[in-house]
């Protein structure tokens, strides 16, 4: 059974530093990764989708990478600002892409 | 037309009401997907659509019901709901289940009382 973590769970930082957020899963047969973000009590908007057969994708000041095989992906965020501040969620597509396991989020606070 | 509307936003329903929550689509997108998120929590998924038949059911209770009438609208009926079902309720789409990715509804936020 998929299980999808990240790390860390919180994170605050100040304006204008780059941060990576992780994420792990355990079932490396994926079928894509998806990154979201989600605003308190809102619904989920997509960031990034890397496929299996992807190494990375890139989005104006967000950067994800993909490791199958050792399990993991990366959000990197460059030159943060307080609007960035949200619940970062990840998210493994299993084969077919109908079932899709989310991790917990790193909930993330930039301070102006 | 790029997104998934849900209706209503917020609902709030007694225990031994009838309600249905909506949701609408025109991307052309073949797959559709209820989502329920607990404060905090990740979303869980309780049903898939595929080519408007469905496709999963995460063992989801009775009280909730599901019904594709097309492939733009996805409902789910709920009926003789218990408070713990308060939650956020998520809609969402993609092409298929090629990968292509998902694009979510605003939820609707359910509060039984």
């Known amino acids: 059974k998929q299980e999808v973590t990240q790390i860390p769970a919180a994170l605050s930082v100040p304006e204008g530093e780059n941060l990576v957020l992780n994420c792990s899963f355990t079932d490396s047969a994926i079928y894509n990764l998806q990154w979201f973000r989600q605003d308190p009590g809102k619904g989920l908007t997509s960031l990034l989708l890397i496929q299996s057969s992807q190494r990375e994708q890139t989005s104006g000041r967000l950067n994800a990478s993909l490791d199958k095989s050792s399990g993991r992906s990366t959000l990197y965020i460059a030159a943060s600002q307080p609007g960035d501040s949200a619940t970062y969620l990840c998210?493994?597509?299993?084969?077919?892409?109908?079932?899709?396991?989310f991790g917990a989020g790193t909930r993330l606070f930039v301070k102006a | 037309d790029t997104e998934v509307t849900q209706t209503p936003k917020h609902l709030v329903m007694g225990m031994t009401n009838k309600k249905s929550l909506k949701c609408e689509q025109h991307m052309g997108h073949r797959a559709m997907y209820w989502y329920k998120q607990k404060a905090k929590k990740p979303p869980e998924l309780m049903f898939v659509y595929s080519y408007e038949k469905l496709s999963i059911n995460e063992s989801v209770p009775s009280r909730f019901s599901p019904e594709c009438p097309n492939s733009s609208l996805l409902n789910l009926h709920l009926h003789a709901l218990q408070p713990e079902d308060s939650a956020l309720y998520l809609c969402?789409?993609?092409?298929?289940?090629?990968?292509?990715?998902?694009?979510f509804g605003s939820g609707t936020r359910l509060t039984v009382v």
């Open positions: 969402a789409s993609s092409q298929t289940g090629d990968g292509s990715g998902y694009t």
């Open positions: 998210a493994a597509g299993h084969t077919g892409g109908f079932k899709t396991i």
